[in-house]
């Protein structure tokens, strides 16, 4: 019933913060746009921008995390809700133009944007400390296989009003039996161990799990919830497979079915219409930008200011990939790896266009000609994925489909992100693959656009973002 309680009061919060922010969009419109409908202020082309712009902003909320209170920090809250409502304001404006006919003031709307993301501040910090109010930080025990299992969940520092881990259990290789629930004979050092466990879980309210074999984890996930317990894993390889298997339901027993990658005709028909319309349009748009990073990497070193690459699209295929170059000439003559944290490779003008993302904008040409797509996994060099595909084999499922500009991996991974990492990461987008999960994307590149740690590179003195040990899969 508390639990009940608190969920309550948080989504009231939520509701209130919508329902404000809206209230001030419709007074804003009313007060400055409403010579455009010419109608009531409950008329029918008023209430039509109205519901278009609640709309943007329910499914922009959404795709930015806007109201994910307690799982993110109070800055990523606030720039979600105010990336979000900005587009929203900016799709709604274009609407306005095209029932006026022509362009109009939008100086109103910059004012509105500015009181609602004052009030998004002032609700962000608000609903955070109600929250850790009314949610006390978990007591938490991480178990894990090795350290480079236990250094996958180090960022659950930055989150410590939310879990308190007291305990980090490394649990040994060869133990790799389930929780035993009364049926397993008893006796023996693997029961004992698995007892132990069990015993240890008992006192903590959370459960982090990482790299133990899907069947310790598998029992672990059973027991947590036969307790109440919160339990979080990082998956392996074939659980990510196995959650896109489609329920096959011609037999009176539970069948899934997991296959290679086999979109419908019409979703790649659609797909290919759109990285063809809106890579034009971006194009065009993005044009001016890119003869002026062009006209400065040329007046730096007069090189070359295109840099091309081949890289793997669906398939295996190779492509030659466009950026603009933002290395020195011959960047590499010694062989091919990543960029590192501190490159001297790249140039003064090549951090600068690396940071702000203007060296990808000559891809939109790749994609007009229909080597990579706006979205899907994104393409590597051969040489760097024949050596992580000596670690990971599994590494070529990412080339169901063809390569992307942005993506999955892309944007909720890192640049330095692990190759087995990026796969699971690929694996989630290709099985779930559909034109709005692509829509989806689009919208949250966005989000990433200007954060830093996105662009950070591979530790220097490596030539790749793997690991060196390999992933113990099911």
Known sequence: MKAMKKSLMMRGMVLLHYGITVLLFVSCWWL????????????????????????????????????????????????????????????????????????????????????????????????????????????????????????????????????????KVQWPEDNVHDLPYGKEKIGGVAFEGIQKLMRIMEDYEAVFVSGVSATLRNGIVKYCVEKNKACYFVPHTGDVIISGAEH???????????????????????????????????????SPFMAIAALAIWSYDHGPVLYKQVRLTKDGRTFEILKLRSMIVDAEKGGARLAGEHDDRITPVGRIIRAIRFDELPQLFNILKGDMSIVGPRPERPEIAEQYRQELPAFDLRLQVKAGLTGYAQIYGRYNTEPQDKLKMDLMYINHASLAEDIKLIFA??????????????????????????????
């Open 445 to 474: 590149t966005v989000r990433v656009l200007f954060m830093r740690e996105s662009t950070s590179g591979v530790a220097d003195g490596k030539t790749t973002a793997s690991a060196v040990e390999k992933e113990k899969s099911a």
């Open 32 to 167: 400055f746009y409403r010579h455009i409908a010419a109608g009531a202020v409950f008329g029918a082309v008023n209430i039509s921008v109205y519901a278009f712009y609640a709309v943007s902003l329910l499914m922009l909320s959404r795709i930015y995390s806007a109201y994910r209170v307690g799982l993110l920090h109070v800055g990523d809250l606030f720039y979600g809700q105010v990336l979000s409502n900005l587009i929203s304001l900016g799709l709604t404006y274009l609407l306005a133009c095209a029932l006026a006919r022509r362009l109009i003031n939008p100086l109103a709307g910059f004012g509105c944007a500015a009181v609602q993301a004052l009030f998004s501040a002032a609700w962000t910090v608000s609903a955070n400390r109600l929250y850790f109010t009314l949610h006390k930080p978990k007591r938490t025990v991480v178990i894990y296989r090795n350290e480079n299992d236990l250094r996958k969940l180090e960022e659950i520092r930055f989150f410590g009003e939310r879990w308190s881990v007291e305990r």
């Open 248 to 286: 096959i339901r011609s037999f009176s027993v539970p069948i899934c079915r997991a296959r290679r990658s086999k979109p419908a005709p019409e979703y790649l028909l659609v797909k290919r219409a759109m990285d063809i319309l809106l890579s034009l349009l971006a194009i065009i748009v993005t």
